[in-house]
Each structure stands twice: as structure tokens, then as C-alpha cells.
């Protein structure tokens, strides 16, 4: 018998099924005009490390109707929009780690048992 059951496996395998980064790539695009993990550094900061004679020539825009006034990632309304985001799933986030640290704690007790048996 599993003495961790319940609660914790149903949030494994919500966890498994839908990740955080899972999400927030799904739900991103409407609302910043691309896919993202709203957790990691954006875009600008990244593209900031990367040598110019490496980075992208072109950058592509969204072009659909839903997407026309969409907040670039580098005006103020688009970073507003992004903390806003980050804010909100913070809970999710938060859990979606939490469940992550439990299960590799669980593993690790399943192999110190193997080992010690």
C-alpha cells in the first residue's frame, strides 16, 4: 500500500498532465501575442546575453485580428500585462513545485528502501 495517496497522487497526475510550462505556453499567446513560460526570464533579457552576431535578423508579429493589439513584449503595456500573469499563477507555480519536490522526495525514500533491503 502507497501510505502517500489521496490528494498528493491526484496532484501528481494533474501535475503530470498539465505542467506549469504546459500552461502557461498554452494560455500565453491570446494574451501576449506568443507562447511563453510567463515563470522564465522574458525574451529582451535573454536576447540581451546572446551575442548580436547570433541573435534573430527577423522577428515575426502576430498578424491575426485577435492578435492586433496584443502588448509587444518591450512597451510598458506588455510588461504590465506580463507581472500581472506571473502574479496570478504564482499559487500554480508554486504548487506545481511543491508536487514536483514531494515526488522525487517519495523516489528517493523508494530507492534508500531498495538499497537498505
Known amino acids: 500500500m502507497n501510505p502517500v495517496s489521496g490528494h498528493l497522487d491526484?496532484?501528481?497526475v494533474l501535475f503530470q498532465l498539465i505542467p506549469f510550462e504546459t500552461a502557461s505556453e498554452t494560455l500565453t499567446p491570446s494574451?501576449?501575442?506568443?507562447?511563453?513560460?510567463?515563470?522564465?526570464?522574458?525574451?529582451?533579457e535573454i536576447e540581451s546575453q546572446i551575442p548580436?552576431?547570433?541573435?534573430?535578423?527577423?522577428?515575426?508579429?502576430?498578424?491575426?485580428?485577435?492578435?492586433?493589439n496584443v502588448?509587444?513584449?518591450?512597451?510598458d503595456r506588455g510588461k504590465a500585462?506580463?507581472?500581472?500573469?506571473?502574479?496570478?499563477?504564482?499559487?500554480y507555480?508554486?504548487?506545481n513545485q511543491l508536487v514536483r519536490a514531494l515526488q522525487a522526495l517519495w523516489n528517493w525514500r523508494n530507492a534508500e528502501d531498495e538499497y537498505i533491503s
Open 10 to 12: 491526484a496532484a501528481v
Open 31 to 44: 494574451i501576449l501575442g506568443k507562447a511563453q513560460n510567463i515563470m522564465a526570464e522574458p525574451d529582451d
Open 52 to 68: 548580436h552576431n547570433l541573435r534573430r535578423s527577423t522577428r515575426q508579429r502576430p498578424t491575426s485580428k485577435e492578435h492586433r
Open 71 to 75: 502588448p509587444q513584449a518591450g512597451d
Open 81 to 91: 500585462h506580463r507581472e500581472l500573469l506571473k502574479l496570478h499563477s504564482r499559487g
Open 93 to 95: 507555480y508554486g504548487l
